[in-house]
T-cell receptor
Framework: QKEVEQDPGPLSVPEGAIVSLNCTYS??????FMWYRQYSRKGPELLMYTYSSGNKEDGRFTAQVDKSSKYISLFIRDSQPSDSATYLC????????????FGQGTTLQVKP | DTAVSQTPKYLVTQMGNDKSIKCEQN?????MYWYKQDSKKFLKIMFS???????INETVPNRFSPKSPDKAHLNLHINSLELGDSAVYFC??????????????FGPGTRLTVT
């Protein structure tokens, strides 16, 4: 069983839709939770970062962490064609010297 | 004012050759990383250096050797290239400060194709 599971999609939505992207994990030692966005043939770009349960909001993006269920989500409101990319969750354990464990990534397409 | 840069962007080479990829960061970070992304976009850490000291060394063939001349630079040398080494290699960097260690910033990647 992989430490971090993420549905690879692809996920296709119309412009303006609310998008929900999710990851589950198996090890409760994970305390740091990141979402990266990766456009085609580009490097991953850090989008959201949280290290506690609950919600964190930044513009149209909301990251949610539920440690009891070992489940993290990224919500995108009013999705735009420019949001079309692969979204990767990444998790870290304290004292693990920066080692991030990535999900497989979900490919999102927002159609105009 | 690129934060994390890599050269070259593309690298096409034959099996058995030796090649190097260079990475530089101007963020003032203490820690640098090499990641490998396979054809299914799965991203996996290979190495990390903190102030020129090797910190993370994952299960990677010893044909791969990282070198950090100073904390702003991290290079990756690959000997005797194999077909399976074809992938995109990303450099990343972060502060070395508890939670911030996990806040990593990536370079644009080097697409390596071994023929």
């Amino acid at each position: 069983q992989k430490e971090v599971e993420q549905d690879p999609g692809p996920l296709s939505v119309p412009e303006g839709a609310i998008v929900s992207l999710n990851c589950t994990y198996s090890n409760s030692a994970f305390q740091y939770f990141m979402w990266y966005r990766q456009y085609s043939r580009k490097g991953p770009e850090l989008l959201m970062y949280t290290y506690s349960s609950g919600n964190k909001e930044d513009g149209r993006f909301t990251a949610q962490v539920d440690k009891s269920s070992k489940y993290i989500s990224l919500f995108i409101r009013d999705s735009q064609p420019s949001d079309s990319a692969t979204y990767l969750c990444a998790l870290g354990k304290p004292g693990n010297t920066g080692k991030l464990i990535f999900g497989q990534g979900t490919t999102l397409q927002v159609k105009p | 004012d690129t934060a994390v840069s890599q050269t070259p962007k593309y690298l096409v080479t034959q099996m058995g050759n030796d090649k190097s990829i260079k990475c530089e960061q101007n963020l003032g970070h203490d820690t640098m990383y090499w990641y490998k992304q396979d054809s299914k976009k799965f991203l996996k850490i290979m190495f990390s250096y903190n102030n020129k000291e090797l910190i993370i060394n994952e299960t990677v063939p010893n044909r791969f050797s990282p070198k950090s001349p100073d904390k702003a630079h991290l290079n990756l040398h690959i000997n005797s290239l194999e077909l399976g080494d074809s992938a995109v290699y990303f450099c990343a960097s972060s502060q070395d400060k508890r939670a911030q260690t996990y806040e990593q910033y990536f370079g644009p990647g080097t697409r390596l194709t071994v023929t």
